[in-house]
């Protein structure tokens, strides 16, 4: 950005977002950057434990109760109504919507307002962009006529790869596109350390616990790489989320646990003790995906990624360079890959190595606080 930046003090920016937590542990390099221009800068939530972590920024928090799991189209319209009279009342220049429930009652919401200026971030299509049947195409056709017909002249899309805006019809390297490096990582926070000593080839998956992860199939992956002789662990390292219809049951993942070489661990807080223990970062995603921050942080840290040739996924990693891509669906192709891994110790490392110098250039906070400004700045200009 350049230094004679433009002063916007006194202009307003309203996030809306489902959930405290998810721009708590996702989003505060962009309020921080809205703030470094001077904005004005509220975050719209349902509000958990998160207040304050988000306050720190500078930025303002007004609760909002909406429930990520209902697709009520009343429930939506009346969230939708409060969020109307709360952009009325803070008179919004622009509408920060993230992710896609957000973007619908958001955008909504900003039509019922006045307000023309919306960026639309899209994170990813969730378990609708895992779907590759009949219902998840014709469900993908609708959010692309739904969001296309909350456009405004004034909106513009964010977005964490490439192929999300073609999804809906756009060019991604069209003016209403900008992308960034999904969330961003700061590089002094998570760097690198050395690998822990191999045999056995140490394994990761830090994610929530979903079946669009694919974490079922990471573990029939190690059961088929141990079934074949490769010293292979897993750990899986996250919690069932209540609020997504994709949640594994906590049944399923303490039988997993339980069996040879795979631990569930629930959630951490600490990703950095996670790669300081592992040497190799694991997400077979169905798809779905924005940009991981799970495999932002792990290539942040010097791990190798193991994942699925995916959007989002595939953005980050190239196939034999900061990793491996696979097939989705498809755990033998991963019981292949971890076997592989298990017997080159020294591409683990080379690998893990390319995806800390990948992070450096264009997936940091700075680099996404940066984008996000211009983008900002030109919506606001004269």
């Not at 909106?155 to 790869?161: K, P």
Request: glycine share 10%; charged share 25%.
């Amino acid at each position: 950005m350049s230094s004679a930046r433009p002063d916007l003090s006194g202009r307003k920016l309203v996030f809306v977002i489902t959930e405290d937590w998810f721009f708590a542990s996702h989003f505060l390099p962009m309020a921080r950057a809205a703030r470094e221009l001077g904005l004005d800068v509220a975050v719209v939530a349902r509000v958990r434990d998160h207040r304050e972590a988000i306050e720190a920024t500078g930025a303002r928090v007004i609760p909002l109760q909406v429930e990520r799991r209902s697709i009520n189209p009343m429930t939506a319209g009346y969230a939708a109504g409060q969020l109307a009279a709360i952009l009325k009342a803070e008179k919004a220049d622009i509408v920060h919507c993230i992710a896609l429930k957000s973007i619908l009652v958001g955008g909504f919401a900003a039509t019922l307002a006045g307000v023309g200026r919306r960026v639309y971030a899209l994170t990813g299509l969730g378990f609708l962009g895992a779907r590759t049947d009949r219902i998840g195409r014709l469900s993908q056709r609708a959010v692309r006529l739904l969001v296309r017909g909350l456009e405004t002249p004034k909106t513009r899309y964010l977005v964490e790869n490439t192929d999300d805006p073609r999804l809906l019809g756009l060019d991604p390297l069209g003016p209403k596109v900008t992308v960034v490096g999904g969330a961003g990582i700061d590089p002094e926070v998570l760097g690198p350390s050395p690998l822990p000593a191999e045999p056995p080839l140490k394994v990761a998956l830090v994610a929530r616990m979903l079946w669009s992860k694919g974490v079922d199939l990471a573990v029939e992956a190690v059961r088929k790489a141990r079934g074949q002789g490769a010293e292979v662990e897993l750990s899986l390292y996250g919690a069932p989320d209540p609020s997504n219809p994709k949640a594994i049951p906590e049944e399923t993942l303490k039988a997993w646990g339980a069996e040879p070489g795979i631990v569930w661990h629930g959630a951490t807080r600490d990703v950095a003790s996670v790669w300081r223990d592992h040497h190799v970062a694991c997400l077979p995603s169905r798809g779905g995906e924005g940009l991981p921050r799970t495999l932002l942080e792990a290539a942040a840290c010097g791990r190798a990624i193991l994942t699925t040739n995916v959007p989002g996924c595939r953005t980050l990693v190239r196939d034999g360079r900061e990793g491996r891509l696979v097939p989705p669906e498809d755990a033998s192709a991963l019981a292949e890959a971890l076997s592989s891994l298990a017997r080159d110790p020294e591409r683990v490392a080379r690998m893990g190595a390319a995806a800390r110098a990948r992070v450096l250039d264009g997936y940091t906070e700075r680099d996404v606080m940066d984008e996000v400004k211009r983008l900002y700045a030109s919506m606001l200009s004269p």
